[in-house]
T-cell receptor, first 111, second 113 residues
Framework: TQLLEQSPQFLSIQEGENLTVYCNSSSVFSSLQWYRQEPGEGPVLLVTVVTGGEVKKLKRLTFQFGDARKDSSLHITAAQPGDTGLYLCAGEAGNNRKLIWGLGTSLAVNP | DAGITQSPRHKVTETGTPVTLRCHQTENHRYMYWYRQDPGHGLRLIHYSYGVKDTDKGEVSDGYSVSRSKTEDFLLTLESATSSQTSVYFC????????????FGSGTRLTVV
């Protein structure tokens, strides 16, 4: 069974701090995606990474895909209250574009 | 972004009744998915579709059926609702323009009493 483990499960920080959340697996994925979900809404895609070692930046967010394509990290610089939400990683494996999902990291950024 | 809408947004139903949730997309994407999201379990795949009349089971398909008679519509039916099916249901489409990232609907909060 393929699993994606996310850590930490919960994170509460002050505005302006930096943070990193992790997504780890023993399985290899053809791509890995990060989503952010706010209460009462569906997850929203932030990024897709497909190449081992790939780094993508989206404003203050930096995403990295591990060299072996088994893990990924999301780093947020100078967090803001608007970054609050549930961050989910998902890996694509097998056919029909199905994703394996982590349980998420719940981030609270306090003003 | 592709438009995707779910209906209804909220529903309360009684145990034993059938319930149908609708997912509609305005783009011509091939892949569509139904998930449920529950605390402690995350997103779990119920059924998915890879084309008109082409569907398959996910990891939690018992008690659910789906139909896709048109590219734009993907229906999820709870054949006889039970309290364990109280959940938030999300529909998603896989968009080739974003590396097959998913676009989700806003969800349906279903309560079975």
């Amino acid at each position: 069974t393929q699993l994606l483990e996310q850590s930490p499960q919960f994170l509460s920080i002050q505005e302006g701090e930096n943070l990193t959340v992790y997504c780890n697996s023993s399985s290899v994925f053809s791509s890995l995606q990060w989503y952010r979900q706010e209460p009462g809404e569906g997850p929203v895609l932030l990024v897709t990474v497909v190449t081992g070692g790939e780094v993508k930046k989206l404003k203050r967010l930096t995403f990295q895909f591990g060299d072996a394509r088994k893990d990924s990290s999301l780093h947020i610089t100078a967090a803001q209250p608007g970054d609050t939400g549930l961050y989910l990683c998902a890996g694509e494996a097998g056919n029909n574009r199905k994703l394996i999902w982590g349980l998420g990291t719940s981030l609270a950024v306090n003003p | 972004d592709a438009g995707i809408t779910q209906s209804p947004r909220h529903k309360v139903t009684e145990t034993g009744t059938p319930v149908t949730l609708r997912c509609h997309q305005t783009e011509n994407h091939r892949y569509m998915y139904w998930y449920r999201q529950d605390p402690g379990h995350g997103l779990r795949l119920i059924h998915y579709s890879y084309g008109v009349k082409d569907t398959d089971k996910g990891e939690v398909s018992d008690g659910y059926s789906v139909s896709r008679s048109k590219t734009e519509d993907f229906l999820l039916t709870l054949e006889s609702a039970t309290s364990s099916q109280t959940s938030v249901y999300f529909c998603a489409i896989s968009d080739p323009r974003t590396g097959y990232g998913y676009t989700f609907g806003s969800g349906t909060r279903l309560t079975v009493v």
